[in-house]
């Protein structure tokens, strides 16, 4: 059985996310698998996973900021918003110049309101939105602030058949459609848009240098530590013995200058303890790696 730790996938194309976390439990020879972040099934690229004790990273991973390289298509709108959806309305984009797109490109960059994919795994009343869109009921989803960092054009190609697509990297923050910008892109040079293509480079820390595919982890499973992976993530803050016996036991111990957090909490040998974050006049274990 894998030890306690973080594995970097590069999710092959036409894959769920669910299909990876299966097949990784295999090769781990263990239940406790899970993931930082779901990739559509058309995506490739960066999943990041957790090995057993390394599940309790997850949720604080899911929260990092992920960069992109991305397709978007203008000239057609589908219901998914990306290539797997059904085709609607095709208007002929070519007139549609590199500026135009750069001027979109602009009122999608820095913090927006983005409305989630009617074809998403946001709850309305309880439902999956995309269960309720799979019965053909569209259901009103609230706009959300994020944080797009980065919006880098590196192509733009006119299609003979009156298509643009457009090639960008882009980096957002926790909760980013990418699908969404498409169809918002689309929709402010009124020809309509979607996502032909898109490949996750980053999730925080972790990046396709460090990733590997299921074919390679099937010849060796390579992991990144618990230690680590922790390290590599957040602040590390090494405690003394007194407080690593306090957070142990889930204890709170003197507030961190390192930020709010979460701080990752060492214990004087380099075993990673917790993730902390602080409270007003204190700091308290979030996540306890190695209770007393």
Do not use: C
């Amino acid at each position: 059985m894998a030890d306690s730790g973080v594995v970097v996938v590069d999710k092959p194309a036409d894959w769920t996310s669910h299909d990876v976390v299966a097949k990784t439990r295999g090769l781990a020879r263990t239940r406790r698998v899970g993931h930082a972040g779901t990739l559509d099934p058309m995506a490739t690229g960066v999943l990041v996973l957790g090995i057993e004790k390394g599940t309790k990273l997850l949720g604080h991973l899911t929260l990092t900021e992920k960069t992109y390289e991305a397709t978007i298509r203008l000239g057609l709108v589908t219901n998914t918003d990306d290539a797997e959806g059904e085709p609607g309305a095709r208007v002929d984009a070519s007139a549609v110049t590199d500026a135009d797109v750069r001027a979109a490109v602009a009122k999608l960059t820095g913090p927006i309101q983005q409305v989630p994919p009617q074809v998403s795994a946001i709850k309305v009343d309880g439902k999956r939105a995309y269960k309720s869109a799979r019965e053909g009921k569209e259901v009103a989803l609230r706009a959300r602030t994020v944080t797009i960092s980065q919006f880098d054009v590196t192509a733009v190609r006119h299609t003979p058949d009156g298509f643009v697509d457009v090639d960008a990297v882009i980096t957002g923050s926790s909760g980013t459609y990418i699908r969404a910008l498409a169809r918002d892109m689309g929709a402010d040079l009124a020809v309509g848009g979607h996502l032909t293509a898109l490949r996750r480079t980053r999730v925080g820390p972790y990046d396709l240098s460090q990733a590997r595919t299921l074919d390679e982890l099937a010849k060796e499973f390579t992991q990144v530590p618990l230690a680590q992976a922790v390290a590599a993530a957040f602040p590390v803050r090494t405690m003394d013995e007194a407080e690593t016996r306090a957070i142990r036991h889930g204890n709170r111990i003197s507030e961190s200058s390192l930020g709010d957090g979460p701080v990752g909490l060492f214990a004087p040998d380099g075993t990673v303890v917790a993730l902390g974050e602080n409270r007003p006049g204190h700091m308290k274990p979030v996540v306890v790696f190695s209770p007393a």
